[in-house]
């Protein structure tokens, strides 16, 4: 089976396609406030929403969405990654790593502050690239903890890397950078 997910304003809808292309809709997840991120990771269905919640979710054996965990957090979750095995939560201009358990159970590990407020991420090469409203930032996240290695360039809303070039765009230009 390969899943599909798509994120509406208030609703997450699933499909499940299998190999000979059946597609199967998943009953949609409806939530009060407005979802702002999503990631999925096999399973899993990572959600924040503008009540500042983490809403982590299970595809199961029955193609249902399971509720795992609901984590209250102390700033906007803006942007979500999955970064050297650990959930990295953006919260304005904070990173907050989870481990996950087998479960898919969060428990926080680490936070670190950093000199933007992340508007969205992607990772490459072991990097992640983050971009705001004040710019670019290129962190490494791994056992040592959550370091900002680079910072600069124009500000932005999007950022995808396929090194050696990063772009970034900010709605009306992209701007490219080697």
């Known amino acids: 089976l390969r899943g599909v997910v798509t994120t509406g304003e208030f609703s ?6 299998s190999d000979s292309g059946l597609i199967t809709e998943v009953a ?6 407005r979802i702002v991120s999503t990631l999925v990771r096999d399973s899993l269905v990572i959600v924040g929403t503008t ?34 095995g650990k959930l990295a939560v ?33 990772t490459a ?3 992640v690239y983050a971009v705001g409203s004040t710019g670019i930032a290129e962190i490494t996240v791994d056992s ?6 680079d910072f600069g360039g124009n500000p932005g ?5 396929a090194p050696p070039v990063l772009a970034v765009s ?4 992209i701007d490219i950078y080697r």
């Open 28 to 33: 949609p997840w409806e939530q009060t406030a």
């Open 12 to 17: 997450l809808q699933a499909y499940a396609i």
């Open 170 to 173: 900010d709605g009306g230009s």
């Open 51 to 84: 009540k500042r919640q983490l809403w982590v979710q299970r595809i199961d054996s029955t193609l249902d969405l399971q509720t795992v965990a609901n984590v209250d957090l102390s700033g906007l979750p803006t942007a979500l990654e999955w970064v050297d």
């Open 144 to 149: 040592s903890g959550v370091q900002v290695i």
């Open 90 to 122: 953006f919260q304005e201009n904070r990173v907050s790593l989870y481990e996950l358990d087998s479960a898919g159970m969060p428990t926080l590990a680490e936070q670190a502050d950093l000199p933007l407020t992340v508007l969205d991420v992607t």
């Open 125 to 127: 090469n072991g990097r």
């Open 157 to 161: 809303r999007l950022i995808a890397a």
